[in-house]
């Protein structure tokens, strides 16, 4: 079974960053594809980042320039480099695991960790 902790979560201001961190449980094989959404309240989840097995990233358009995903085999993690926060970026974090390519589901999903942007 596929285990995702997520970490690195907080407040900050307008302007500032954060890096937010995903761990898989031992012998989980991340280089599937691996993705990070975000939910605001009252929104729906949307996906920000993703990494395909190759090592191809995309980005929604919302971020793209200011957000990377990065993915460290030996560690078995994940991460997700936010620069340049907006207030818009507010919301609970997800790390996502697909059980291989990125064409299907993402199968595997971890708590969340927030994120919180003031103006």
């Known amino acids: 079974q596929v285990q995702l902790v997520e970490s690195g979560g907080g407040s900050v201001q307008a302007g500032g960053s954060l890096r937010l961190s995903c761990v898989a449980s031992r012998y989980t094989d991340i280089t599937r594809c691996m993705g990070w959404f975000r939910q605001a309240p009252g929104n729906e989840r949307e996906r920000v980042a993703r990494i395909h097995p190759s090592g191809v990233t995309d980005y929604a358009d919302s971020v793209k320039g200011r957000f990377t995903i990065s993915r460290d085999n030996a560690q078995n993690r994940v991460y997700l480099q936010m620069n340049s926060l907006k207030p818009e970026d507010t919301g609970m974090y997800y790390c996502?695991?697909?059980?291989?390519?990125?064409?299907?589901?993402?199968?595997?999903w971890g708590q969340g960790t927030q994120v919180t942007v003031s103006s």
């Open positions: 996502a695991a697909a059980r291989g390519p990125c064409v299907g589901l993402f199968a595997y």
